[in-house]
């Protein structure tokens, strides 16, 4: 109960803060620490509960790691600014989020899943406080001109006031997933099924509210809408059932050879 109470009293603090500076207005801040989800600029933010993780839901694009703050946005060129090497870091492209697609209410969006990755206790809260889209022809850009990447598609918020607040001990330890992303497909209108798509996310900036990032990386997934690929485990009882009718048939036949040979046996 303290440790919640230390949260509720840290994210009330900020919104007086950010009343008594007048930009209450303009700041929308998505709170996903007390609450389930939230919207701004078109896009909505779910707290989600652990995620499965098989081949073909879970599809990472990004992860990036510092502490205090961190930022990146996935390329297959090299590691700007905090972006993690390896190959759950690279260039994805239009078609890639398109697979994602998904209608709430009417309306279409792009899904993702955000897992982050902080230690318990008072250190549990990160912020998301800057997510933004970008299209481009070419791909595995390096720059840290964010803005030259390409045609910037969708913000979480231009005046760069907006954030999401988020809770990592709500599940549990990395990769169970912690946050949907809603993206409207609207935004995109326009762009080619072969352009690259360049995602920049900043955590960590809401340190009165303990946002800092002091943990492992943060991690950004492809949500495939399609029917996932089951686990190698759903096969198991199936591949028994074959062994076992394989197993009769071959003691039928070698029953019957015997039988053949020797009618005293039947």
């Known amino acids: 109960m303290k440790k919640l109470t230390s949260k509720f009293i840290a994210a009330g603090l900020l919104a007086a803060t950010l009343a008594a500076f007048g930009i209450t207005a303009q700041a929308t801040v ?5 609450g389930d989800s939230g919207t701004a600029n078109g896009a909505q933010f779910n707290w989600t509960p652990q995620q499965p993780t098989g081949t073909g839901v879970i599809e990472p694009f990004l992860r990036v790691q510092a502490d205090g703050t961190e930022q990146g946005y996935n390329t297959s060129g090299g590691t700007p600014f905090d ?22 209410n009417g309306t279409q969006y792009f899904q993702l899943l955000l897992d982050v990755n902080e230690p318990g206790g008072n250190q549990s809260l990160i912020s998301l406080d800057r997510l933004e889209f970008y299209t481009s022809p070419i791909g595995s850009k390096t720059t840290t001109d964010v803005g030259s990447l390409g045609t910037l598609r969708w913000s979480l918020d231009g005046a760069g006031d907006s954030y999401v607040l988020l809770d990592a001990s709500r599940n549990n330890g990395s990769g169970s997933g912690d946050m949907l992303a809603y993206i409207p497909v609207s935004a995109f209108a326009g762009a080619s099924d072969t352009d690259y798509i360049y995602m920049f996310s900043r955590f960590g900036d809401q340190s009165a509210a303990d946002g800092m990032t002091e943990g492992g990386f943060e991690e950004w997934s492809l ?4 029917t996932p690929v089951p686990e190698m485990s759903a096969f198991f009882p199936i591949v028994g059932l074959f062994i076992a009718i394989g197993s009769t048939q071959l003691l039928r036949r070698r029953r019957g050879a015997q039988i053949a040979k020797d009618p005293l046996l039947s």
């Not at 090497?85 to 209608?103: E, K, N, P, R």
Request: glycine share 4%; no cysteine.
């Open 223 to 226: 949500v495939n809408s399609m």
């Open 30 to 34: 998505i709170d996903l620490v007390t």
């Open 83 to 104: 972006d993690m090497a390896g190959i759950w870091t690279h260039d994805i492209q239009f078609s890639d989020l398109q697979a994602t697609a998904v209608t709430l």
